[in-house]
């Protein structure tokens, strides 16, 4: 259970971002507050799973999740470049996630 609520709580944390980069500075209401809620939503659901979880291996999958998620969606909703080099290294990331979610964290 704690593994798919650290699960959810990384796939919010690529909602937040991905609207705080709408949020215009936390000038345009909408943005500002699925960035808000689901930021918030997202460190509750951390939290949650880290009464049974390592700290360090939920926070690394947390922002891990966040980071290839968010990466990925700039490419795909952004036009942001991907070269193989970047591709490899969201790669290994995701590879490192992996990693720690087998390794009995």
């Known amino acids: 259970m704690a593994w798919m609520l650290l699960l959810v709580a990384g796939l919010l944390e690529i909602v937040w971002a991905l609207a705080l980069k709408h949020t215009d500075g936390f000038t345009r209401l909408w943005p500002s507050l699925l960035a808000g809620s689901t930021a918030l939503l997202s460190f509750v659901l951390l939290s949650l799973a880290l009464r049974s ?53």
């Open 53 to 105: 979880l390592p700290v360090g291996t939920a926070y690394a999958v947390w922002v891990g999740i966040g980071a290839v998620g968010v990466a990925l969606a700039g490419i795909v909703a952004f036009g942001e470049s991907a070269t193989p080099q970047r591709l490899v290294f969201i790669a290994l990331v995701g590879i490192g996630i992996i990693g720690l979610k087998t390794s009995g964290g």
